[in-house]
Every structure is written in C-alpha cells, then in structure tokens.
C-alpha cells in the first residue's frame, strides 16, 4: 500500500514539476517568435532594405503550452482529489469506480498530448536536434511527460485490477471482495443460528 502511493507522489509531483518547466518554455519560445519582427532583405537593386513583418508562432508551441497547462491542472486534481476523499473517510465502491475510470481516462489523454506534441516537434526539426537550446530542452521534458503519464495510465490500471494496493480513493481494487463502502444490507448475517437450536445437518 505505501509503496504504491509513494510511487504515485513521485510520478505525479515529477509531472508537476516538469510541467512547469515545460510551460516556461514553450511560452517563452512563442512569445520569441510572436509579434512584429523587422526582417532584413537584399535586393540587387536597392541593397538592403528592413521591413517589419507580422510573425506568428509554429502551431504546435501553442499546443505545447496548452498541453502544460493542461497537465498541471490534471497532476493537482489528482493529487488533491484522493487526498480530500480519503482524508474525509468518504470512498465508496461507487466514487472510487468513478475515480478510477475518470483517472485513466484523463491520464491517457494527457500521455497522447504529449506523444502529439514532443512527435510534431520531432517532425518540425527534421527528426534530429536543434542549435537552439530551447527546442531540444522542450522536446526532451516532452519525451519524459510522455514516458511519465504512460507509468501513470499503467500503474493506475494494475491498482484497478487489484495488482498492486493502495489506500487512495480511485486507486484501489475493482474487484468486489476487495471493494470498500459495500454495506451489509440485513441487520445479521444469513446463516446466523440461536446459540439455544441446534443446527440442522
């Protein structure tokens, strides 16, 4: 059980923290390349000559600081949601069923985000590295969200199955005997016998 949240606090505080990184980043680089620019151009008539040309960032640097955004506000609803449910004693087999679904769900969203932006990326800088720094530190922590909400889609679908165990509302079992919150629905058991009659064989 704490090795799991353990395990879940660091993949999801690292994908903080990354996240961060990453909007810094990439919000920087769009605003570089964003707004009026004077552009230098030689004519073989009148030499050089400046104009101001109105530049507009690639599309997948607007991607990538949604994609941040994004990610930070999904790694702190899943960090504060089990924390507040648990913490209040309120997980039921209803709400953590719904949690867990709601988890997988967004966290393979999140993993295709990633894939999408650090893939196209790639792609714009011809599949190799770039001589500004900037672009390969922004497709290197997007490699590594990716590989980050990849353990997370995988480590949340194994705490499903009951694989692995955890105490954290939308990370525990699906399973019914291990289900929580499954109340008894009569006042005693079934196959409760007076201690004065015999059991019939």
């Known amino acids: 059980m704490l090795v799991l949240n353990i395990v879940l606090y660091s993949l999801l505080g690292t994908s903080l923290v990354f996240a961060i990184i990453e909007l810094g980043l990439s919000?920087?680089?769009?605003?570089?390349?964003?707004?009026?620019?004077?552009?230098?151009?030689?004519?073989?008539?009148?030499?050089?000559?400046?104009s101001q040309v109105n530049v507009k960032p690639p599309a997948i640097l607007i991607f990538l600081v949604f994609s941040s955004v994004w990610t930070i506000l999904v790694v702190v609803g899943a960090l504060v949601l089990p924390w507040y449910y648990t913490r209040k004693d309120?997980?039921?087999?209803?709400?953590?069923?719904?949690?867990?679904?709601?988890?997988?769900?967004?966290?393979?969203?999140?993993?295709?985000?990633?894939?999408?932006?650090?893939?196209?990326?790639?792609?714009?800088?011809?599949?190799?590295?770039?001589?500004?720094?900037?672009?390969?530190a922004i497709l290197a922590f997007g490699v590594l969200l990716w590989l980050l909400f990849v353990a997370l889609v995988v480590f949340t679908i194994l705490a499903m199955c009951g694989v692995l165990v955890s105490d954290w509302a939308g990370y525990q079992s699906l399973k019914k005997e291990n289900r929580v919150g499954v109340h008894q629905t009569t006042a005693s058991p079934a196959r409760e016998v007076p201690m004065t009659e015999q059991p019939i064989a």
Do not use: H, R
């Not at 605003?31 to 230098?40: D, F, N």
């Open 27 to 50: 919000a920087f680089i769009t605003a570089a390349y964003s707004g009026m620019q004077e552009i230098q151009t030689w004519s073989a008539y009148s030499g050089y000559s400046y």
């Open 90 to 136: 309120f997980v039921t087999a209803k709400l953590n069923t719904v949690l867990a679904a709601i988890f997988v769900a967004i966290y393979f969203i999140t993993m295709v985000f990633w894939l999408a932006c650090f893939a196209d990326l790639a792609s714009l800088l011809g599949g190799g590295t770039s001589i500004n720094p900037y672009y390969n």
